[in-house]
């Protein structure tokens, strides 16, 4: 058979050539022959050595452990090769050739063979090497590693089998350290460990270095079916085919004189900065820097003990990055002042170091700005916009046992403060006591709002990520964690306990909105702003660019531009101004009715609601007309010369209304106690009337429009006189009236042209001519598998996917991760939550219908996303598949879903 | 211009060949004057006439109310040719000819002109006519009514105008009968009336008849654009450019000797009967008959008084049957002896008259038995198989001011009860003291069943067409009025209020469930049965052989078949073999949670829930087993040879938990009195954790079997227990296991392999084999939209379509109908309610893809309904254009959608 099976590293080209890519010669060889055959190309050094290829791994074992004809005869010929290299000789005592042998198949794996180093010693070579080197102690300990190496890697031989006899032997010497053993000592410890391998298999350690060789191979390609192996590639979903390739390295030793062995980074992988970052050990083997036995050196210092190999080093690093257009982590041993690479592979780093490096190769010409772009994870802008706890402070606090609680990770951020169980009181300590607050609920209602705001943070036992709590604190950016179920809430004693920790009202806690950890006491955090991250805004900046131009060029016939815009959620103007500051391109969802819970507006909205005439209600509503036109008006102007879209009111009313549960506690106690307080009596039928089995299916947003149209009414009146007042002023309002809850298109006939006759109205009123749409939320999939005809009357559509996945999957919002979901999760019958990111098998393709059916009637309809998913990645991808305007977040996501749009536009490039 | 605006009666043939159909002779000629053409084709006696055309009048309106040119010569040609026909002369006073003028539109309608009789008279005709036939009173009778006719009719006057001097005439005169007026009281009539016109008009009732006929057409072709036509044109979706015909024809005078007139049916319109049935009067004119001055007698006495004119009536109504298909409903004239037919259409008939007609004519080779099966509607059987109250009693009812209330139409049939308003109180009455009970509830619950089913009747005064009420009382067939708001049930006093009325428990009242109104007291009702009516036995088994051919014949390239069988919702055997009965092929729905109400199960059912571990819940499921296995031990046997489909457990669990609002309130009472009960306290606090804000998205169905996998794991081993134990005994149990709430095939893929296993353990620990199916009922829209993954693991879906509904539309089962759905569908927002009938382009749309994907993966999928709108005519169409193998309704519908699956085969054929 002529197949080759053996490539010597230098020839990584033959590779490429007979697999044609660069790809097909990283699976015939495995990841780490041919990094070591590409750094060999470029000019690297590299000890010489070679790979056996994945397919004769696949192919010895396919053939029932036999190595394929002629592969052995490859392999010693490669041997050959690289004693020509070395100018040494595998075997012979007077210029013994060492080798290592390393497992690499294309994806790295554990449960492969660990690596056996100092192949092609035995008695006589070690003898030899002796004399030669004058340094018994390096000899032996390099022989008894073979040895034992070989014994528990190649022979499979439990590692206790060698580990006990050198714990015994060092305890009988009085050693602590493996420093204080002596040349003698490893001697008598490697001839303990051949009898160990005599004991266990019968036969003795094979002095033959081919022997070696050919044992090695084997047991390397034996490992690739080994059973921790075989489970990983399950779990994984990694192929069984692909087989594992064998490297043979000549070795090189740092610890000789004039000699080290270090690993670094080429930058800095916490901060970006472009300088070698890492570590060296002078007179060290590579392991010895990682086990950290010695102190190591700053990396740099290697500039005064090895000049040469630093400059060549440095050389070496530079050449590459610019190969591999990456920041490198890299190994490297100097062995008698030469340097030589033993690995490279790109650099882990942090958020703020991945930005850095990503601006400052786009400056040094390393690479373009769209692979920048696509080098951050949109996740990773997140970590850089909220404060953080100091990792060292939070792993003190864990070992401490501080950490008592863990929910869901609602809102990311770090937040210290003293507990508060109520809005009122946490709103009066941070407002009147300048205190910081962490609000602390089983869960939170729209009256809880105001507390919210006031917090640093929020803790609740119930609800899941898309709980009201979670929601608000997204909005407004505060730190949150929810369904903390090990928590519980006495709100007679103002306390809570979790397992037996108790937290009284005033004690501090700290919450990790980023990973749901919550903690005793207080952790140190840290705040970065956007303002003052110029590599964070250069990259937005281009993920802008790239949108814009990509959406240009892939906007399918007919259409203007498939460009993903990323608007905002904001309700007051204040986070309009932020949601601008972070990039937004315009308001997507304006919520009306948090204006109505403001304590001054409450009780007008109650008499409203209870109102017995439309006369009354009227009455009560010109009361509340003032109010939302100054927080339209407010709005407009900090958006001037960008769309905001207002939502009409959407809750069902009982939701402006007191708590039933604790109106009907007193009710009854005061009935019992003979002191009836009628108007609280009636309070209660009222409200027990207004009573739902189902909310979220009730009286809510466009049905509540058609049975009291007066409030919507009003609020278009008060939209309308906003928008003529600031456009009177100077600026450029661009209002849309969004109708929620539609599923029927005649509600649509109903209610819009009514409004479009009061827009009409008080702009005439006013004098004065502004652009407007009036268009409806797409969350009831009945509106969806309608829109052809929705979009007859609708000019927008936003989807509203939190409802609308509420109604696709039939999940109650409220109860689903409490009662089943995140059980659903953790198992994998669903693969996520789709509350947080898109079900694009379902509802994910019920939008695409409805963007498609309702583009069919209506071409320009501006289609768009204001539900939580408006500011998840995975979900902003397929909201740019389908053919989105926009997607619409909470302000402090917006700079992230502006990354998470250029790389949909860049994923989906043609 | 050479347009044809005028045909002869006679002249039918023309307007057909110049349209090329029938239906466009009738658009043409209208639909009175293309019948009166075709009974003249055929050679029945009508009075010669001719029609001017509906393109005419159009003509006449677009041009500003001028006739088209050539038209009115047409006319007076026409009128030549009638004179001709009769022998005598329009306007001649020696052989006078007197025409009739009536409009006569494509569809007939309100606000069309009214027809004027004795056209031609005038005060020379009118002498000369006196002189002739020596009856002054016959003429100027005669004479009067032209001038009054031509005065109201024509020309518009007030008709009160006409009616007071009248009854001014006759007070003065003593009279009180219109037959006291003799020949010179009606002369001096005549003469006021032409006074009334020269006073309203300025001018003189024309004597010029020419002038009367065309006065009298013009004034048609106006009425055509009347504000009541124009109005109801809009109301009822009528074009507006159809225009409407004018027909002239010849008066016939049943007031003369050997003369009279009459109404009749060609079978009797009531029972079916095939016997001539009506009523006439000698000596009268048509406008006597039913104006009703003199008794009529039997049509039949004719054949005394007028033997040759009543042989010729019998032939003309067999010749009319055997030409129209139909029984007619007619009108006719006797004059001197000669028979004369006026009209001719297809008559009105009761339910049971319909059927037997159908069928009799099948067996006369008059019709097909598709056509007998299309002319009967299927709600039309509905009334044929539920008790009614008999007509006359419930408007006596009526009359006398009983009706209190009126409420959705849940179920229908009349009940007659007393009034209870618990359940325990209700089966108590019923059960010892065997009276009569309806129940009154504000609401019901499952556990309020045990009352209903011993109720007669139910009535409440909240919730929809698919409340719970309204589902049970469906599906047991009682009588059910539910919603009927303006009912305020008072529990303390255990009375109601409806307005000013009172009802105290015990009192009687009269529920209709078919529509909806109920009445104080007690109304007779009648009650037929299924078995008794052979008429409709015969016809479904026609439907049932027509479902099954059309279904073969239009199965698409693949499929077995097309057939929609019909099957049944059915709980417990009683149920089952009622259906079977009532000719369902299978059971489509059997609900397992009925069986865990009731009494002696239910404690145990609630141990089970509040169970601390699996062991504990393992052992109360355990000694329910035996009770569910023998539920279904009685079901397989009665529907041996038939599939049977057993729904696992669906609703949430609390729903089997007492009352968490009246148990607050029994606790908060405890607590201020302090006898603090503990039981009750931890009872509370478990429903209270219990709580769900939106139970019907939350822990149900197939959620709560993978929370919970050890209660349907229990329901299986019961379901093939109880088939083996049946196959065991020689039956042939067909059991299908249906899953809930399907939202991801994840869900099913975790928990049918488990299921399938029991069963197939079950099987072979009682050593017996059956064929069986694993299926999942398509509820959520989620399944549906990715039903090709769904079907992967299901062997069958089922269309839940409450449930689908409720989630398409977001729109609460519980509380919509309440809130909003019935303004919705008065308002036409929404066409129909789509809990009662599919709504097709939403629901009904997804339906369809369900369908389309599931075969798409499994070509073989048996796909049904089990929703309510199962038993509904127009979504059974709906099933039936989409594919699915059966419906399944209530047993009580059984026979409904029997007719209704073979009119959707039949309205389908290609």
Redesign the interface.
């Known amino acids: 058979m002529s197949d080759k099976w053996v490539y010597l590293f230098k020839e990584v080209d033959k590779a490429e050539e007979k697999t044609g890519s660069w790809g097909g010669a990283r699976s015939l060889l495995g990841g780490k022959g041919a990094n070591l055959g590409e750094m060999t190309r470029i000019g690297v050094p590299v000890p010489p050595g070679f790979t056996v290829t994945t397919e004769a791994c696949n192919a010895y074992l396919e053939a029932g452990e036999e190595f394929p004809p002629g592969m052995w005869e490859q392999e010693l010929e490669a041997m050959k090769a690289v004693e020509e290299l070395t100018g040494k000789k595998f075997g012979d005592p007077e210029n013994p050739l060492l080798v290592s042998c390393r497992s690499g198949a294309v994806f790295s794996m554990p449960g492969m063979m660990d690596t056996v180093l100092n192949i092609g010693l035995n008695d006589e070579t070690a003898a030899r090497m002796v004399e030669l080197t004058d340094d018994p102690r390096f000899v032996y300990d390099a022989y008894r590693r073979l040895v034992h190496m070989f014994g528990s890697v190649v022979l499979n031989i439990d590692d206790e089998e060698f580990e006990h006899p050198l714990d015994s032997y060092k305890k009988e010497k009085g050693y602590k350290l493996d420093t204080e053993m002596n040349a003698e000592d490893w001697q008598a410890l490697t001839e303990t460990y051949k009898a160990v391998i005599k004991k266990e298999m019968g036969f003795d350690f094979p002095q033959d270095p081919y022997e070696q060789l050919k044992l090695a191979t084997e047991a390397v390609f034996k490992s690739w079916n080994g059973k921790r192996a075989i489970d990983y590639r399950n779990a994984a979903g990694i192929a069984h085919n692909l087989g594992t390739g064998v490297n043979i390295q000549t070795m090189v030793f740092g610890n000789m004189d004039n000699s080290g062995t270090g690993v670094a980074f080429t930058r800095n992988p916490a901060t970006g900065e472009n300088v070698v970052w890492g570590e060296y050990l002078m007179n060290a083997q590579g392991e010895d820097v990682v086990a950290g036995i010695r102190n190591a050196s700053d990396v740099n210092e290697m500039k005064n003990d090895l000049p040469q190999a630093y400059a060549d080093f440095l050389d070496v690093c530079a050449k590459l990055e610019k190969h591999y257009r990456e920041m490198q982590d890299v190994e490297f041993t100097v062995e008698n002042g030469k340097l030589w690479m033993l690995q490279t592979r790109d650099g882990k780093r942090t958020a703020k170091a991945a930005v850095q490096i990503a601006v400052d190769m786009v400056g040094e010409g390393l690479i373009s700005k769209e692979e920048a772009v696509l080098r951050i994870k949109p996740e990773q802008v997140d970590t850089l916009l909220h404060p953080q706890f100091i990792i060292e402070e939070k792993s003190a606090a864990k070992a401490a046992g501080k950490m008592f609680a863990t929910g869901v990770n609602a809102s990311p951020g770090a937040a210290v403060g003293r507990v508060y169980f109520d809005a009122d009181t946490a709103e009066a300590k941070a407002k009147e006591e300048g205190q910081d607050v962490i609000m602390v609920r089983p869960f939170t209602k729209p009256d809880d709002v105001h507390g919210m705001l006031a917090a640093k943070g929020i803790l609740t036992s119930e609800g899941g990520a898309t709980s009201h709590a979670a929601v608000v604190a997204r909005q407004f950016g505060i730190p949150c964690v929810v369904g903390a179920s090990s928590v519980r809430i006495d709100m007679e004693k103002r306390q809570f306990t979790a397992g037996d920790i108790t937290v009284k009202e005033g004690d501090y806690i700290s919450v990790d909105g980023a990973s749901g950890e919550v903690f005793l006491g207080q952790i140190e955090a840290s705040a970065p702003s956007l303002e003052e991250q110029t590599d964070l805004l250069t990259l937005l900046g281009w993920a802008d660019e790239i949108s814009a131009t990509e959406g240009i060029r892939q906007a399918p016939e007919g259409w203007p531009t498939r460009g993903l815009q990323v608007w905002a959620n904001a309700d007051y103007p204040e986070d309009a101004r932020r949601a601008r500051s972070y990039g937004a391109k315009g308001i997507g969802l304006c919520r009306t009715e948090h204006m109505f819970f403001e304590p001054e507006r409450l009780p007008i909205v109650q008499r409203m609601i209870l109102a017995d005439s439309s006369e009354e209600r009227t009455k009560a509503l010109d009361e509340l007309l003032p109010f939302q036109r100054t927080d339209f008006d407010g709005l407009f102007e900090a958006m001037t010369g960008l769309p905001v879209i207002i939502r009409l009111i959407d809750p069902p009313l009982h939701e402006f209304m007191p708590d039933e549960?604790a109106l009907?506690?007193e009710v009854?106690?005061n009935r019992?106690?003979g002191t009836v307080d009628q108007d609280k009596e009636s309070l209660l039928s009222s409200i027990e009337a207004m009573h739902?089995?189902?909310?979220?299916?009730?009286?809510r947003g466009i049905?509540l429009s058609?049975?009291m149209p007066e409030i919507v009414s009003m609020q278009v009146r008060a939209i309308f006189e906003a928008a003529a007042d600031v456009k009177l002023r100077g600026f450029e309002p661009h209002p849309e009236v969004m109708i929620p809850?539609t599923?029927?298109v005649?509600?649509l006939k109903?209610i819009q042209p009514k409004l479009e006759e009061i827009a009409k109205a008080v702009m005439e009123e006013k004098g004065v001519e502004f652009a407007y749409k009036f268009g409806t939320m797409i969350?009831?999939?009945?509106a969806g598998?309608?829109a052809d005809?929705v979009a007859e009357e609708a000019e927008f559509f936003s989807f509203g996917t939190n409802?609308l996945t509420?109604?696709?999957?039939?999940?109650?919002r409220?109860?689903?991760e409490r009662?089943?979901l995140v059980?659903?999760v953790e198992?994998?019958?669903?693969p996520k939550n789709p509350f947080q990111t898109i079900?694009r098998?379902?509802?994910g393709?019920?939008m695409k219908l409805t963007v498609e059916k309702g583009r069919g009637t209506r071409l320009n309809l501006e289609c768009g996303i204001c539900g939580e998913h408006g500011g998840d990645p995975n979900s902003i991808d397929w909201c740019y598949q389908i053919g989105l305007n926009y997607v619409s977040c909470s302000p402090f996501r917006v700079p992230i879903a502006r990354l998470a749009a250029a790389h949909a536009a860049l994923e989906h490039r043609a």
Do not use: C, W
Not at 806 to 812: A, D, L, N, P, W
């Open positions: 549960h009907l506690e009854i106690e019992i106690k739902e089995s189902n909310p979220m299916m009730g009286l049905r058609v049975m809850l599923g029927h005649n509600e109903l969350e009831i999939p009945r598998l309608t005809q409802d509420q109604f696709t999957f039939g999940y109650s409220d109860d689903a009662n089943f059980k659903y198992d994998g019958i669903l079900d098998d379902g509802v393709q019920l």
